[in-house]
């Protein structure tokens, strides 16, 4: 039997299994189901991440780095063969009853009629089941006779409550959510019927959230505080997705076109949807993708290499994330998950830690997202498995996630055990120790550094501050004022910083915030504007034991805490920003008070402060060139003139 006569077969025996199974009973079938498929198809257990709510498998498409994917895609809006699509326009509504959408279906060629069937509770339909689409350019229809097939309005019923936490989970943004409100069949010329994979969905936000503030940056870019949209024709980013003929750098050059090179790494929102057909096609099934563009670091199993210029970027972009449309791709465990490629998990495979695709190996104790669970000892060589710490999320990242970024030393990775049996995890999952007898490799960091080298550079020298970049790529329009609201949150609130005291969220199948998850120092942020801060006043003349207080502002970030410093190390500097001079003044010297932003600790402000000496006193006047190359003195920034006639390093002169 041929490859694509199997995934038919399959997919008959799940539409038998929908019609005949209990509720329960029809995920769990579901879903095994669908593994069989994707594993007949060559996709490992350790792609798999988990299980959707409706029993289908999220993959990763994430493969081993190299060379960028550089291919010129298709430069018009059509589709290629073998491939539907689905949008529903607005992807997102307010549950108001009043704000509508539509769907369209792009069946990609002739069919005999397209149907909506499986209706959800509350989302009101336009007419009673089956919604009959349509492609003759009435009604919601646009253009007849272009294979879009189309419904529409549809609205929200209002006497459905408002989910309260997006995924209803309590880590993640409050007041929007995702409802999927109907199954897609498509009568074929044949008089067979095919499906899609994910049902069609749309976002929902309620109705009492304000509109985010918008920028339209150029004729394809809009901004809002947390989101970039990018007006596109070619769909880059379901095409990603996908494995199709794609080039993500039209749209990073775009968006380098009109916004600054600050952003470490993009991550896509799908506001679309397209599968490959027949719909078990294992494409299909990839909720998120990783692509490096560049590696500037050693020891970990990465060439070093920088693409960057192809994306638009002078050396600052690290990667590439693109993520699925709605529950599917916009999970914390999904997004966490395909930023961590970009440091894990090449490992060799000769070490037993990982399988070649970039994954570690589901029977190892690596403990990351990447793969592997948490193991824990009970003592007598034996381990318990904690299946909540590993491959379907965690609440922090492990030691070896985190020497692999370069965060912590070597020293601090434990030694790493492998297991013989694949097919007794669930088991170990349930309870069943990990016994001395079934551990076939113990893989200690010595081991690594020996294949490797030590990982260069080390916690000293490692990046710890990351700015994100949410892109959202809509087809052929700008995304409205709901969408760009919706979007915005979520971009926001993956950056967000978790208050002090509150437990460390979860990052899984929800929307938690990803800034505890890393530890060791990290900072993460969404904030679209570059953070800058200034300090007011810039200058100021004090007398001995006087004091005088300093504000800083930070822009670009929700996060405005900063720490304050001074330099040289005169006087004393208050956490409030209040400066107060030495108690007794000898010569006239000039200090830097700096404001560092905790939301990004590479942005600071300056202000000067000055020595008053007291009347009729004589001393020498002392301007450390330390102290005025950060100060970047100007006639605006003080009144005082002196330090632009000083050239000389430590140069004193008397007054």
């Known amino acids: 039997m041929t490859c694509q006569k199997l995934l038919i077969a399959l997919s008959l025996l799940l539409a038998a299994l929908v019609l005949l199974a209990p509720a329960a009973d029809l995920l769990q079938s579901r879903a095994d189901t669908l593994v069989h498929a994707l594993t007949e198809q060559g996709v490992g257990p350790e792609r798999i991440l988990g299980i959707d709510p409706n029993g289908i498998p999220i993959v990763c498409g994430t493969q081993e780095p190299g060379t960028p994917q550089m291919l010129p895609g298709l430069q018009a809006a059509q589709l290629p063969a073998g491939v539907r699509g689905w949008e529903t326009i607005p992807g997102v509504i307010r549950n108001d009853g009043v704000e509508t959408f539509r769907l369209e ?33 009435l009604g919601a229809d646009r253009v007849a006779g272009d294979f879009i097939y189309t419904a529409g309005p549809f609205r929200y019923d209002t006497r459905y409550a408002a989910q309260e936490f997006y995924m209803y989970d309590a880590s993640s943004p409050s007041g929007l959510w995702v409802e999927d409100f109907g199954d897609l069949v498509v009568e074929e010329l044949d008089g067979s019927q095919t499906q899609f994979l994910l049902r069609p969905s749309v976002g929902l936000l309620r109705s009492n959230i304000s509109a985010t503030n918008i920028a339209l940056r150029s004729s394809t870019v809009a901004t809002s505080p947390h989101l970039i949209n990018v007006r596109s024709s070619t769909r880059d980013t379901q095409f990603s997705l996908r494995l199709l003929d794609y080039n993500l750098s039209r749209l990073t050059n775009l968006v380098y076109e009109v916004l600054p090179d600050a952003y470490d790494f993009f991550l896509f929102f799908s506001t679309s949807k397209i599968e490959r057909f027949p719909m078990l096609s294992r494409e299909n099934f990839i909720s998120g993708i990783h692509s490096s563009v560049q590696v500037n670091y050693s020891g970990t199993g990465l060439d070093v290499y920088d693409f960057s210029r192809f994306y638009g970027s002078q050396g600052k972009l690290l990667g590439l994330n693109v993520l699925d449309a709605y529950e599917r791709g916009v999970l914390s465990n999904t997004a966490t998950h395909e930023i961590l490629h970009q440091w894990a998990a090449f490992l060799d495979t000769t070490l037993g830690l990982t399988d070649g695709t970039g994954h570690y190996n589901r029977r190892c104790s690596a403990a990351s997202l990447e793969g592997g669970f948490q193991w824990n000892d009970i003592g007598n060589g034996a381990f318990a498995f904690n299946c909540e710490e590993g491959q379907s999320g965690g609440h922090h990242a492990p030691p070896l996630d985190k020497y692999v970024m370069g965060l912590i030393h070597g020293a601090a990775v434990p030694q790493l055990y492998v297991m013989s049996n694949e097919s007794s995890i669930n088991a170990k999952c349930a309870g069943d120790p990990v016994l001395p007898q079934e551990i076939v490799a113990r893989i200690s960091i010595a081991d690594i550094q020996g294949v490797h080298g030590i990982r260069s550079p080390g916690p000293a020298g490692a990046q710890r501050n990351f700015s994100l970049a949410f892109v959202a790529e809509s087809h052929d329009r700008f995304l409205n004022p709901t969408e760009m609201t919706y979007y915005d949150i979520l971009a926001e609130h993956y950056a967000r910083e978790v208050p002090v005291g509150a437990p460390d969220p979860y990052v899984g199948f929800n929307w ?119 100060a970047h003195w100007s006639d605006s920034q003080s009144s005082m003139k002196e330090p632009r006639m000083l050239r000389q390093t430590g140069e004193s002169r008397t007054a």
């Open 105 to 137: 279906v792009d069946v990609n060629g002739p069919v005999t009629g397209v149907r909506l069937t499986q209706f959800s509770l509350s989302i009101l339909m336009p007419q009673p089941s089956p919604v009959e689409l349509r492609d003759d350019g």
């Open 512 to 630: 938690a915030p990803v800034t505890r998850y890393f530890q060791e120092g990290t900072t993460w942020r969404s904030a679209i504007s570059p953070v800058s801060v200034s300090v007011t006043p810039p200058a100021v003349n004090l007398g001995g034991g006087e004091s005088r207080t300093f504000a800083a502002t930070v822009t670009g970030s929700p996060n405005t805490a900063v720490t304050w410093s001074r330099t040289p190390q005169l006087g004393t500097i208050a956490s409030n920003g209040v400066y107060t001079a030495p108690a007794s003044v000898e010569r006239e010297t000039t200090v830097v008070v700096k404001a560092t932003s905790m939301a990004d600790p590479s942005k600071t402000g300056l202000g000067i402060v000055s020595s008053r000496l007291p009347a009729g006193a004589r001393a020498s006047v002392f301007w450390p060139a330390r102290i005025l190359a950060a």
